[in-house]
């Protein structure tokens, strides 16, 4: 057997794509060799449609492979093969996979919707008293096409969209278990279609496509502007969908959305993915998306249009109910209500199964993260956001119901209206990313924030980057998503997500060149603050610089560049105090105020840097210009803002943590004043949203790895373990959402499912298990180690799957004896940096190179393999940087 193998294929960094528009779609795969030292030193990637080779070609060791076969045609499977040879030259592994693609623009498909002269308007019952009592809601629909088949096709697939949400159904059975399609786009520009397999559902005979049609993020509730609550793109939900039927004769057939098809109302009373969903199963339509239902009683739909120039191809992977969690314990609220506590604060819906409810009977379900102190749950901090579903029996023994259009954010269900059996179980949703990253160490405390900031990860990648997933807002800003990109890499595959997310940052650009707030663009239309706008910049370069994704820069650098020319246009002093939008400096920071235009200028130098950079990569004349400003940026930096003895306007620990990230003044002299603040504030942090994902890295760099431990070990308030020591189980939106002397922070801002200060992952993966790559190295090709043992761990483990293979880094320190085994994929230049005052004590289990001696840490340079070391280790006041 080769040792050398191929593995993780991707085309357009998704694992075997259907419906794909590319045209020149990137194919990349990952390398796995038990020997030490391969690698790979060349290629064959051979693409087939049919038995028809279209492309066949070879290289040297390459990361991505951009297609440049016959042009690829629309609808057609490609099934392609990578080969490789090792580091001796002999044919090695190979790995098959395959990629199809989509209409790529041939939709023959128009815009249906309910007549709007035939819409029923729903009226909640007087009962309803908690919800859905201040506004008319139109019930979802219910849409149909009958189609009879002489014979059945050789492959057949539907292609579907939606202004709203919908979810489809082939002879009475779901096409997909993906859930709250298209997704969230800035609809005013795109909207994704998806593509689905359907050959095996066909029958001879009569057939029935069926589709549920809902107001999602088109028509429903959106953002937290109460002027643009619902009717934000549209006044109502309309379908688009293409069944492609090809037979063995070479024939094709279409059905598509027309004239022909009918809907009516069902027993989705209504479905909003913020205020909740309405079933009556009273009014159950048994058998309406199978062959034999009478439909002569429902209505034509309406055409409403045929444009189909916003629809494009789904490049991101769908969200899909991931996980089921059982109700942990049965709690009773002060007015003697069921309340169902799930354990863990999750993002979705739930499952409640009733036994024995009289046909009628009204059972309310209210959801929230967290209760009060006399066991209600709290629900001010959801704001307008009425997270309430309501279902109404219809009289069976046994009856199972799901939403299926609203999602909430929450830990505890209360259960009204029925007090017989029941059960509730969590429905887990998010953007089904593949998990790349583990990490584990011996302090139970960290090992829980670990699983806290997973866990907001989780819940709040649902189609778009959100910010919280409870309240009436939900919005993808963009500062929240920049500073934690890097942890979010390190768990899981975040590639074509953030990619498809970049689209609408673009869009939201405004004709001046600045970036929004948020993207899709809803509510805040002014120009993006400070260190969110700038999210414009720093996500395609962190895209590089983590996945090698060469295009999305090449996509991006013009609206990169005009962003920082409107900055400096604004600004010619290049101190940033004009056209900073909402300026909301150091998001939520903590007994602190960082100068907004110290926070915004240190920005300013950074997207400069920044652009220089990707226009370098990209072998752009415009690099030296931005060079140039960068570098007068930070001249003007220091002239304004920093004093003689180097103390920043301000004097946070942000200012500081700025400082040396960004490069603007020299490190030795900012880092004294990062360290005496630490102290000032008895080594507490301060920082907030922007300041803190460089909190620890930054003090790692100085040669203060033992104070970034003493942070992260903090228990006391405010500190990331305060809320773990609390109960947590996400990362809270402020260092405050709750303290035992105030209790609840202000409800109109306290989120407790919130990444931003979870951005410490990064350097659990990073500073801890030290697993992290050179500076001018992109996708991992050169791999540093640099475990740090340190704080009150004696040991840790990361596993990360780096876009060229697995990277493996654990330590542990036992009796003075430090032991370090790292994985290092094929073909990557790595070094691994040894902390240890003896490198001539150093054993290995294969040969290594050492390349320097300083500073107590030994630096090797290692093949590719599986390696330890073992070396004299002993605690120092400090640890080296």
């Not at 909190?695 to 930054?698: F, I, Q, S, T």
């Not at 002397?741 to 499912?753: E, K, P, V, Y």
């Given at each position: 057997?080769p ?32 020997d030490h ?13 049919g038995d028809?080779?279209v ?8 990361h991505?492979v951009?297609?440049?076969g016959a042009?690829?045609r629309?609808s ?10 090792d580091?001796?030259?002999a044919?090695a592994?190979?790995?098959d996979?395959?990629f199809?693609t ?25 009962e309803?008293d908690r919800s859905?009592t ?5 019930a979802?629909a219910?849409?149909?096409?009958a189609?009879d088949?002489?014979e ?6 539907l292609?579907?969209?939606a202004?709203?949400?919908h979810?489809?159904?082939l002879n ?6 993906a ?17 689905y ?5 066909l ?6 496509l069926?589709?549920?049609l809902?107001?999602?993020?088109w ?7 109460p002027r643009k609550?619902?009717k934000?793109?549209?006044?109502a939900?309309a379908l688009?969908a293409?069944?492609?039927l ?5 024939s ?8 022909d098809w ?7 009373r209504h479905?909003?993915l913020?205020?909740?969903?309405y079933?009556?199963?009273?009014a159950r339509?048994?058998g ?20 189909t ?5 789904s490049r991101?992977a ?5 996980e ?5 314990r049965?709690?009773r609220?002060p007015?003697?209500?069921?309340i169902?506590?799930l354990?863990?604060n ?10 024995g409810?009289?046909?009628?009977r009204r059972?309310q379900?209210?959801?929230a ?5 006399d066991?209600?749950?709290h629900?001010?901090n959801?704001r307008?956001?009425e997270?309430?579903d309501?279902?109404?029996?219809g009289?069976?023994?046994?009856e ?10 929450f ?5 009204t209206?029925f007090?017989?059996?029941?059960e509730?179980?969590g429905?887990?949703?998010?953007s089904?990313?593949p ?5 584990s160490?011996?302090?139970?405390l960290?090992n829980?924030l670990h ?5 907001g990860?989780?819940?709040n990648?649902?189609?778009?980057p ?14 929240d998503a920049?500073?934690?990109l890097?942890?979010?890499a390190?768990g899981?595959?975040?590639s074509?997500?953030f ?16 970036f929004?707030?948020v ?10 603050a400070p260190?969110w706008?700038d999210a414009?910049v ?11 994704d060469?295009?999305?820069l090449e996509r991006?650098?013009p609206?990169?560049?005009?962003w920082?020319?409107q900055?400096?246009?604004?600004n010619p ?5 004009r056209?900073t939008?909402r ?11 960082t ?6 200028t240190a920005?300013f ?13 990209l072998?752009?004349?415009e690099a ?13 930096f220091?002239?304004?803002f920093?004093a ?8 946070t620990?942000?200012?500081?943590l700025l400082a040396?990230?960004?490069g ?8 004294e ?9 008895d080594?507490?942090l ?8 460089l909190?620890?890295?930054?003090l ?9 431990y003493?942070?992260l ?15 947590a ?8 959402g709750?303290?035992p ?13 919130h ?17 992290g790559?050179?500076?001018d ?9 640099r475990?740090?043992p340190g704080g009150?761990?004696t040991?840790?483990?990361?596993v ?6 697995r ?11 430090l ?15 040894l ?7 150093i054993e290995?289990?294969a ?13 090797c340079?290692?093949a ?18």
């Open positions: 057997m040792s050398l193998s191929p593995y993780g294929l991707t085309c357009e960094f998704l694992e075997q794509p259907l419906g794909m528009d590319e045209t020149a779609p990137r194919l990349s795969w990952k390398l796995r060799s038990d030292g391969d690698r790979q030193t060349a290629y064959r990637l051979i693409v087939r449609a028809q080779v492309w066949d070609t070879g290289g040297a060791g390459e991505q951009v297609y440049e042009p690829l629309p057609t499977r490609y099934d392609w093969s990578v080969e490789v040879r580091a001796w030259g044919v592994g190979r790995t996979s395959w199809e989509g209409l790529m623009g041939g939709w023959r498909a128009a815009w249906i919707a309910r007549d709007d002269g035939a819409q029923p308007v729903f009226e909640p019952p007087v309803d859905f201040t506004r008319k809601l139109t979802c219910h849409l149909r096409r189609f088949l002489a059945l096709p050789v492959r057949a697939r292609h579907a969209s202004r709203g949400l979810r489809f159904s009475g059975a779901r096409v997909s278990d859930e709250l399609e298209p997704g969230w786009t800035d609809y005013r520009h795109r909207i994704r279609y998806q593509s397999d359907v050959t095996a559902r029958q001879k005979g009569p057939n029935v069926g589709a549920l809902a107001d999602g993020w028509s429903g509730f959106v953002g937290m502007d609550a619902g934000l793109y549209g006044d939900p688009i293409q069944l492609v090809e037979f063995a004769d070479g094709r057939h279409v059905i598509a959305t027309d004239e009918r809907e009516s109302p069902g027993p989705l479905s909003d913020l205020m909740g969903e079933y009556d199963a009273r339509l048994d309406w998306d199978g062959p034999g239902y009478d439909d002569a009683a429902w209505t034509p739909v309406a055409v409403t249009g045929t444009d120039s916003e629809l494009v191809w991101s769908p969200v899909r109910v991931v089921d969690l059982p109700t942990m049965v709690l609220g007015g003697g209500e069921t169902a506590d354990g863990q999750m993002v979705g819906r739930v499952r409640l199964t009733v036994h409810a009289e046909r009628g059972i379900l209210r959801h993260e967290i209760l009060e102190e066991g209600a749950l629900l001010a959801l307008r956001a997270a309430t309501v279902y109404v029996c009289g069976d023994p046994v199972v119901y799901e939403p299926a259009f609203t999602v909430h954010g830990r505890y269900v209360e259960i209206g007090d017989g059996r029941i509730v179980t429905r887990v949703l998010q089904e990313l998990w790349t990253g583990e990490f160490c011996d302090d139970p960290v829980k699983e806290n900031i997973r866990w990860q989780r819940g990648f649902v189609s778009v959100t910010d919280c997933p409870q309240r009436d807002e939900r919005l993808g800003w963009l500062a920049q500073v934690f890097p942890t979010a390190r899981a595959d975040v074509a997500f990619a498809d997310w970049m689209e609408d940052v673009l869009t939201g650009q405004d004709a001046e060149g600045s929004p707030d993207a899709p663009l809803v509510c805040l239309t002014r120009e993006g260190g706008g414009g720093i996500v395609p370069w962190s895209l590089y610089r983590l996945y090698g060469r295009r999305v991006c650098l609206a990169m560049a005009a920082v020319d900055i400096e246009r604004h002093d290049l101190i940033w105090r056209r939008g300026n909301y400096g150091d998001w939520l920071q903590i007994g602190v105020d100068p907004r235009d110290v926070l915004a920005y130098a950074q997207s400069a840097t920044l652009v220089a950079e990707a226009a370098r990569i072998g752009r004349p030296e210009r931005y060079e140039q400003l960068a570098a007068a940026i930070r001249r003007a220091n002239q304004e920093v003689p003895d180097g103390r920043i306007h301000g004097d620990q942000t200012c500081y040396i990230e960004f603007l003044m020299p490190a030795e002299v900012a880092a004043h990062l360290v005496r603040d630490i102290a000032a504030h080594g507490h301060t920082t907030g949203f922007l300041g803190v994902a909190l620890c890295p930054v790692t760099r100085i040669g203060r790895a033992d104070l970034a003493e942070l070990h903090q228990e006391t308030f405010p500190s990331w373990l305060f809320s773990v020591r609390h109960g189980t996400t990362i809270w939106e402020r260092w405050d709750w303290t002397d105030r209790g609840f922070q202000a409800a109109t801002m306290n989120s407790f499912n990444y931003s200060l979870g951005a410490i992952g990064d350097w659990l993966y990073g500073g801890v298990a030290g697993i790559q050179t500076a190295s992109s996708a991992y090709a050169g791999l540093v180690i475990p740090r009150k761990l040991r840790a483990r990361a990360q799957e780096t876009a060229r293979g990277v493996e880094s654990a330590w542990s320190v036992t009796d003075g004896v032991t370090v085994d790292v994985l290092i994929p094929p073909g990557t230049d790595a070094t691994v940096h902390p240890t005052g003896d490198p001539e004590a290995s289990t040969h290594v190179t050492v390349l320097e001696r300083r500073d107590g840490t030994v630096v340079s290692v590719s393999g599986q390696h330890r070391f073992t070396a004299p280790w002993a605690a120092h006041e400090r640890t080296t940087p």
